[in-house]
């Protein structure tokens, strides 16, 4: 999906800065709570799974070195191998909850 239009591309967006943001804003639209599978978000944004993997694992908590990432995605990966996706209280732009536990 282009950003800027809301329509469906065969072309990525220009940038990565706009296809980490096309990423977020597809997971926000489609995640109710269930998580969406990589395969369905990245047939809608017209990527790889892989990519989608690797820009969400940037998005998470997970550690690059010293770095800990956003937290704005959380990623999980079921006993059949098959992948979902959340987007937090941090990736919708949300007060995080009181009782979060560190």
Do not use: F, N
Request: charge should be neutral; aromatic fraction near 4%; hydrophobic fraction near 40%.
């Amino acid at each position: 999906m282009r950003p800027e239009d809301g329509t469906h591309s065969s072309e990525s967006p220009a940038s990565p800065e706009a296809l980490a943001e096309a990423a977020l804003r597809a997971l926000a639209e489609l995640d109710q709570g269930q998580g969406v599978s990589l395969p369905r978000l990245a047939k809608r944004l017209g990527l790889r799974v892989s990519v989608l993997l690797r820009l969400y694992t940037l998005m998470s908590e997970a550690r690059l070195g010293e770095e800990r990432g956003p937290g704005w995605v959380r990623l999980v990966c079921d006993d059949a191998g098959r992948w979902r996706a959340w987007i937090t209280a941090a990736g919708r732009g949300e007060p995080e909850p009181l009782d979060k536990k560190v």
